[in-house]
């Protein structure tokens, strides 16, 4: 399947790893620390697909959760990969107004 970069993916596969990594996200994270997680499929340069997840975050995030944000993939990883989900997750903790850009220049 190609890919258009950006592309928001709503097939089986994405639907799949967007639940694993929503739930995962809502476990390790306080509530209220994130506003939205987005998952999509993107095509690597060196040719396998990865997934590039959208984490909105409060402008003081860092500070407050990064050290939990840094253990996220590990959480996430072996479930995806049960899940059959290859695809390796690339976070990006984004404050609202550069999400809305992002889906902007996605869109």
């Known amino acids: ?39 999509m499929a993107d095509p690597y340069d060196g040719g396998e697909d990865y997934l590039r997840v959208l984490i909105e975050v409060d402008d003081d995030f860092a500070e407050k959760h990064g050290k939990k944000a840094l253990g996220l993939v590990g959480h996430m990883r072996p479930q995806l990969i049960e899940a059959g989900e290859t695809r390796f997750p690339v976070l990006r903790f984004v404050s609202k107004a550069d999400a809305d850009m992002l889906r902007r220049e996605a869109g």
């Open 1 to 39: 399947m190609d890919l258009v970069p950006g592309e928001v993916m709503l097939d089986r596969p994405i639907a799949i790893a967007q639940s694993i990594i929503e739930r995962t996200v809502g476990e390790q994270l306080p509530a209220g620390s994130f506003h939205a997680v987005e998952v």
